[in-house]
């Protein structure tokens, strides 16, 4: 249920359920989202590792920026994703938090690009500035996989894919 004991809205109507069963974007952001999760594990324990040690800081910040492109794909996909099936790039009512929390996520890596090309962060600061990207990661990710959660208790076939996970 809803707030006020109003029943909650479904997060797709039928036709946008078609529709993102009918898009190949479906299974790109299906096969992007747990990609980027692996890439991420992997890189936050290079940065971590680095970090701790101060060993392997050109793979922490290599790692970083491989984390940083499999994000720009999956948003960008994502946003295609979220446009064939809402009809808008981004911001369709069903998505409209994950994708403000998306963009905090896109400004902290961009921001950890710009800094690492600039060279306007020492090591450890740039390190913790991908921390702090991977933070709001983390809880995008999460806001993703509770819509997901949503969409399989909506009804057969709802859960399908992970349904516009550009986090």
């Known amino acids: 249920m809803a707030r006020e004991g109003r029943p909650a809205s479904p997060l797709y109507t039928n036709a946008e359920r078609r529709r993102r069963d009918a898009s190949p974007w ?54 295609i994703w979220e446009k064939a099936v809402f009809g808008r790039w981004l911001f369709a009512p069903a998505f409209f938090w994950e994708d403000v929390v998306s963009m905090l996520v896109l400004a902290l890596h961009t921001a950890y690009l710009v800094a690492l090309a600039t060279g306007l962060l020492d090591e450890r600061a740039l390190l913790l500035l991908a921390l702090a990207a991977y933070a709001t990661y983390v809880v995008n990710a999460g806001q993703f996989l509770l819509k997901l959660r949503a969409a399989r208790l909506q009804g057969p076939r709802a859960g399908a894919a992970l349904a516009g996970a550009h986090p």
Not at 52 to 78: C, F, R, W
């Open 26 to 79: 479906t299974l790109v952001q299906g096969v992007l989202a747990p990609l980027q999760f692996a890439i991420f594990l992997v890189s936050l324990a290079l940065v971590l590792r680095t970090l701790a040690t101060g060993e392997g800081a050109a793979a922490a910040q290599a790692s970083v920026v491989v984390k940083t492109l499999a994000l720009y794909a999956i948003m960008v996909t994502g946003s």
